[in-house]
């Protein structure tokens, strides 16, 4: 099977999770962020991440690729523990910030799909629409940091084991992991015991690599 991914994507982290935590093979490819034509002949609409599966057909949707290969590969499904909806929440909250924080860094930080100047260009162009300029949003820096902060700490009393946040793997592990693994771009953020544990221990599950030693 074939991922189609941005790197810095949390939707397709998710994706890269499930074969990461089942240790089934996958062969990663990122389009450049500018690349409209790859995604759009193969699912219609420029999104990621695009699951090409065995039989050369592709699913978009970053949780049906998630139970697509979590009930069709390996022994068993493996995202069978309970869901948390206090974290659901704080993620919820956590996404008021995060975008404002993370996509001025993102296309400092060496990734695949931005590439190109044209590849930068056209991601700033389209963020800058909904967000303000890269540079407003990088002056809001540590009112942002201080919101996630006080975020992060209702987080960390609320995870269980730093190999699944409810005790055992579930969606939430899912939708957790990518939000927290894109903080780590952002060198003023600290992580909480728990929470860091959690994030160290689950890039290294799930072989989805942390920002830390690039956050600017
Ligand atoms: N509901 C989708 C959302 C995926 C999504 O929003 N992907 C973003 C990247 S983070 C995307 O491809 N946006 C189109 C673009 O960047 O032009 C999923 O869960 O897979």
């Known amino acids: 099977m074939k991922l189609y991914i941005y790197e810095h994507c949390p939707f397709c982290a998710r994706a890269r999770m499930i074969f990461g935590l089942k240790h089934i093979p996958v062969k990663l490819e990122v389009f450049l962020s500018d690349d409209n034509k790859s995604p759009e002949s193969m699912i219609g609409e420029k999104m990621v991440p695009i699951l090409q599966k065995d039989d050369g057909s592709y699913m978009p949707e970053s949780l049906d690729i998630v139970d697509y290969v979590d009930n069709n590969y390996g022994d068993s499904p493996i995202l069978i523990g309970p869901k948390s909806a206090k974290i659901a929440e704080i993620i919820k909250n956590i996404q008021q910030y995060d975008y404002k ?34 540079d407003e949003c990088l002056a809001q820096t540590s009112s942002l940091v201080l919101a996630v902060s006080k975020l992060l700490e209702q987080l960390d009393p609320l995870i269980v084991s730093p190999q699944a946040c409810n005790g055992q793997l579930s969606l939430d592990d899912i939708c957790l992991f990518p939000v927290l693994r894109n903080l780590t771009c952002v060198k003023d ?27 600017i």
């Open 189 to 215: 953020l600290s992580f909480p015991p728990k929470t860091l544990a959690y994030v160290t221990a689950m890039a290294k599950l799930s072989q989805v690599d942390l920002f830390f030693d690039r956050a």
């Open 101 to 134: 924080l993370e996509c001025p860094r993102y296309i400092k930080l060496g990734l695949a799909e931005f590439a190109t100047q044209s590849a930068i260009d056209s991601f700033v162009a389209s963020k800058a629409q909904k967000m303000g300029s890269f």
